[in-house]
């Protein structure tokens, strides 16, 4: 089958290269010139495990191609997939649907013929039916242009496999029985005949499932993370307690690493675009639960700020802190919301001298925070540091010797925000530990 996917980020150009693995042949479609050429070098614009060969693989035998060119994406197929970014808006946290709405307004002109649109934009609930109003008025096929909505629920850094072996598929249409639905039946036929379950269902629901699901995790997440500051009051141990509720098969042990929080682009920005959305259509009560699991993420931070102070004093002016860990989490070089550089930002605005240290997102991190030290190697960032702050749990940093460390610092001080550190080993090793979620 042809199909395109317009917008190329993390989701669309992992979409595209996995439809292309499905044996599609595929244009994907991006504004951004410099994107687009280094897609068609075979090669992702982020660092995203197994993409880079997809890539490779599929553009170096001509299946997948990248164009910045609307109407090129238009005449290529009748299966359109939207995935461009539907960021905050800049002083609101409503979702900001602009890129969105520019996407389709722009495609529509080229679609003479019957087509498909599939969103898998995020989005609040709603936006479907406006969606389809933009078709309907500038595409010369006018009604024959039908939207099916298709989320997308894959993991930064697990992304390829998510998209190839999803939990399940969602496809929501405004009539039953669409032609819209046997076409993307076909174009994931191998995914459905793979057993992933198929939940065909309407716009309004498949829109809320994306922000449900994310609502939900972010709220898992600030669950363990409230126990956490239940357990620094009390004596317990966080890490023990997530343990053995894991073991509940009825709560299971997703999503109940306590830490520093969530972050990235997607739990922060969808939890506060949930609620909004909730408020507008006056159901603002019913999102109370999710309201307060943004407030338990925010105190996170606070706390790894407060235990700074505690063991530095009040005044970190002239105070020099090392932080390991720049990307929101492991195994991606994503700073979007990063709970480690939001900390880091913080302690530098309040007069200590920050030096970062990240596998991956070094680069990112310094065009957004410039005012940060950054130095590559974790052991060379902890020489003459008065705290070492562990903010992403990078397995790397898990194996680095806090014997070795500790010769590097006249102070060994360490705070483990995200619990992976072997705390008995670093005080072996004459490090003062203080960790989240403990005493
Ligand atoms: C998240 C969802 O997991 C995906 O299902 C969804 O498709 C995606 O957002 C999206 O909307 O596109 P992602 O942001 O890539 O995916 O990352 P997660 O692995 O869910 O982690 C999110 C944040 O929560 C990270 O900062 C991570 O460190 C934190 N986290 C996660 C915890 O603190 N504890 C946990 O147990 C799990």
Not at 88 to 93: I, Y
Not at 106 to 133: D, F, Q
Not at 361 to 375: C, F, G, Q, S, T
Request: glycine share 8%; with cysteine.
């Amino acid at each position: 089958m042809k199909m395109t996917v317009i917008g190329c980020g993390y989701l669309g150009a992992t979409h595209a290269a996995c439809m292309a693995e499905l044996g599609h042949e595929v244009l994907g479609m991006d504004s951004d010139i410099d994107k687009v050429h280094t897609l068609n070098s075979g090669k992702a614009p982020f660092f995203e495990r197994d993409l880079d060969d997809l890539l490779a693989k599929h553009t170096a035998s001509g299946q997948l191609k990248f164009t910045a060119s609307y109407g090129e994406a238009a005449d290529f197929a009748d299966l359109h997939f939207i995935g461009v970014g539907t960021p905050n808006q800049p002083n609101s946290d409503a979702y900001d649907l602009t890129h969105l709405f520019d996407a389709v307004r722009r495609l529509a002109p080229g679609l003479t013929t019957p087509a498909v649109v599939a969103v898998k934009s995020t989005v609040p609930v709603g936006t479907a039916p406006r969606v389809a109003e933009i078709l309907r008025k500038y595409a010369p096929a006018g009604d024959l242009i039908e939207v099916a909505w298709n989320p997308e629920f894959l993991r930064e850094s697990f992304a390829v496999d998510d998209t190839l072996r999803p939990d399940r598929l969602v496809l929501g249409f405004n009539t039953t029985h669409s032609r819209a639905e046997a076409v993307l039946r076909q174009a994931f036929e191998k995914i459905i005949e793979s057993g992933t379950p198929t939940i065909v269902t309407d716009w309004a629901t498949a829109e809320l499932a994306k922000g449900a699901a994310n609502s939900y995790l972010a709220t898992k997440i600030s669950f363990i993370n409230a126990m956490a500051e239940v357990c620094e009051a009390s004596g317990a141990n966080v890490a023990g307690l997530a343990d053995i509720l894991g073991h509940d098969h009825r709560i299971g042990r997703h999503g109940m690493r306590p830490g520093l929080g969530f972050g990235g682009g997607c739990l922060p920005k969808d939890l506060a675009g949930f609620i909004t959305r909730a408020d507008e259509l006056d159901a603002g009560q019913a999102v109370g639960i999710l309201r307060e699991a943004a407030a338990v993420n925010a105190r996170r931070r606070q706390r790894v700020i407060a235990l700074a102070r505690e063991e530095l004093g009040t005044d970190l002016r002239g105070k020099r802190i090392t932080v390991w860990g720049a990307a929101f989490k492991p195994e991606t070089d994503d700073i979007r919301d990063s709970p480690a550089l939001a900390v880091a930002q913080t302690l530098h605005d309040l007069g200590a001298t920050v030096t970062v240290t990240d596998p991956k997102a070094l680069d990112n991190a310094r065009k957004l925070h410039p005012e940060l030290d950054y130095v590559e190697d974790p052991i060379a960032a902890v020489d003459d540091a008065d705290l070492l702050l562990h903010l992403t749990e990078w397995h790397h940093f898990t194996t680095i010797d806090p014997k070795r460390l500790a010769t590097r610092t006249t102070t060994p001080k360490v705070i483990d925000a995200r619990g992976t550190l072997n705390t008995a080993q670093w005080r072996d090793a004459d490090w003062i530990t203080r960790a989240l979620g403990r005493r």
